[in-house]
Nanobody, 117 residues
């Protein structure tokens, strides 16, 4: 599976951004679509995940501010980010996994989000 993430940019504190990630290739086995982020000097962390039937899960740090959604027909996952904080600054990556959790894609280039104060 190939992934293409987009939508990052520079935004002020309290602003919003919407990230998109489109999947192509062997998409029939995709169950989980996930967003991760990696801030400078920190480990990559899972931000949000959504299953093919719409179940979602979020990191505590983004609950109530971020919303993950998915268009199965377009094989695209979105991350709506509201009330952004400086600590949300990071490179954001998507990946996809099968029902058993098997990673189906390589890590793509990601999209950079910078929140300025």
């Amino acid at each position: 599976v190939q992934l293409q993430a987009s939508g990052g940019g520079l935004v002020q504190v309290g602003g919003s951004l919407r990230l998109s990630c489109s999947a192509s290739g062997s998409i029939s086995s995709i169950y989980f679509m996930n967003w991760y982020r990696q801030a400078p000097g920190k480990q990559r962390e899972l931000v949000a995940t959504i299953t093919s039937d719409g179940s979602t899960n979020y990191a505590d740090s983004v609950k109530g501010r971020f919303t993950i959604s998915r268009d199965n027909a377009e094989n695209t996952v979105y991350l709506q980010m509201n009330s952004l904080k400086p600590e949300d600054t990071a490179d954001y990556y998507c990946n996809v996994r099968g029902r058993s959790g098997t990673l189906l894609s390589a890590w793509g280039q990601g999209t950079q989000v910078t929140v300025s104060s």
